[in-house]
């Protein structure tokens, strides 16, 4: 075979590349921020996209979603390390222009309302520090200078300055914008098509598209195509949205983050731990806040137990609230595997295929850089982070198959 454009490289020969000089043609299946992303370095690197999507850009979890760019919520290890990369990754492309205007920084407040909610604070912000994040303890009578009504409940807190925020349609859309790639909407794929050992391109209802490599990314969507069933489950998220505040920016200081919410990330079950708490000021002078963490759960729909749950830890720990209307409610669908990891790197079998999925709460964070990385996997390049732990080889004395 002669080698295209696109090989050797440093990560070794690529794998993807066919005999011709036509460059590399990927289909992208999932139009979410992981799979835009992709599509837009892909590009950008000289390949052809063709990106599928059942319904449309952002119509998964990303469309309904917060937009906390947040290492401060991070386990710690390589969630916490692979974070701070994807949070460099949008300074980076805010400073040269890709995302401007769509990524603020702003600090994520930890904040705690016993004793041992404290204890977890403390606890997280050692490992956040460990992993070289700045953090700063914050006492009971700045916090209120920083957000004034604060509720009385909060004893401790920490401030973690260098979190940001984006919204993952807008971060999606601007990907798409300012890339050449064909997008098809209403485009469920139903199978990977594989010939002589290795992908040739997938099946679209009964049309076949041909394609040199393909790459998963759709989001809960990604479990029927791989065989995932067992190890990718949905995990439903319920929020609130309030109006706009009167003056323009941000309504408080900062990204109020309950140790509920810590607890959730870190697997510390408590009684009411399917919410964790984050309130979180939009740029608008709006509020979201939520949310519900309901395993096997991958309907669209709002119910008022859970959204009254939210409402009032919500109203404990920031009483101004009690003003603002709630404009209307919202759920998204998160992909959760079940090692709490996201998925990323070639397929352990399917020669051509390249998973990234598994993003679970994480993924307007991590999305922008793990759709940057496994377009690297696809070009044959070495991404910029250490992705072993993520790797697909993990699951497979468990489940990939197909
Ligand atoms: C309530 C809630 C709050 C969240 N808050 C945050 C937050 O603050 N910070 C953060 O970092 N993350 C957050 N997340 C997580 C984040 O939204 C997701 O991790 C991220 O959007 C996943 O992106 P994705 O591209 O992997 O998947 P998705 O956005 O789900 O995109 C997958 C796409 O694939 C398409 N698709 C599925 N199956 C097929 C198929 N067979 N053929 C073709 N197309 C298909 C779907 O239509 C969809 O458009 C939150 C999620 C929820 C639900």
Do not use: W
Request: net charge positive; with cysteine; proline share 6%.
């Amino acid at each position: 075979m002669k080698p295209t454009r696109f090989g050797p490289s440093l990560y070794g020969t690529n794998r993807f590349c066919m005999a011709s000089s036509s460059p590399l043609h990927v289909a992208v299946i999932g139009t979410g921020i992981v799979g835009a992303s992709a599509a837009h370095f892909l590009a950008a690197a000289g390949a052809r996209v063709t990106l599928l999507d059942a319904s449309g850009p952002a119509a998964g979890a990303t469309g309904a979603s917060d937009g906390a760019v947040s290492v401060a919520s991070k386990r710690p290890g390589p969630m916490m390390d692979l974070a701070r990369h994807a949070r460099a990754f949008y300074v980076r492309h805010e400073r040269d222009g890709l995302f401007r205007g769509l990524f603020h920084r702003r600090s994520t407040f930890l904040v705690a309302r016993t004793a041992i909610e404290a204890d977890l604070v403390t606890r997280h912000g050692a490992d956040l520090a460990a992993a070289g994040e700045r953090v700063v303890e914050v006492d009971r009578a700045t916090l209120l200078a920083r957000i004034p009504g604060l509720g009385d409940s909060v004893c401790a807190a920490l401030e973690i300055p260098d979190d940001g925020h984006a919204l993952g349609y807008e971060i999606t859309q601007r990907l798409l914008a300012t890339s050449r790639v064909d997008i098809r909407r209403n485009a469920p794929v139903s199978e990977i098509v594989m010939r002589a050992g290795r992908a040739c391109g997938v099946l679209i209802r009964d049309e076949f598209l041909p394609a040199d490599a393909v790459l998963v990314a759709a989001g809960i969507g990604s479990a029927p195509l791989l065989g995932l069933g067992e190890i990718l489950i949905p995990r439903k998220g319920q929020m609130a949205v309030t109006d706009r505040a009167t003056t323009a920016g941000p309504a408080i200081d900062g990204h109020l983050m309950a140790a509920s919410y810590l607890a959730a990330k870190r697997g510390i079950v408590r009684d009411n731990s399917h919410i964790g708490l984050v309130i979180d000021p939009l740029m608008t002078g709006q509020f979201l806040i939520g949310g519900s963490r309901e395993d096997h759960r991958s309907d669209h729909s709002t119910d008022a137990v859970t959204i009254a749950a939210i409402l009032r830890e919500a109203l404990d720990l920031y009483p101004p609230l009690a003003a603002r209307r709630v404009l209307r409610s919202f759920a998204g669908v998160r992909s959760a595997s079940r090692d709490g990891l996201p998925i990323v790197g070639p397929h352990p079998h399917r020669p051509g295929v390249v998973i990234a999925t598994g993003f679970e709460g994480d993924g307007i964070c991590l999305g922008p850089f793990m759709g940057a990385s496994a377009a690297r996997l696809l070009l044959g390049e070495r991404p910029e982070a250490d992705l072993s732990s993520l790797s697909p080889q993990r699951l497979v004395r468990a489940e990939v198959h197909a």
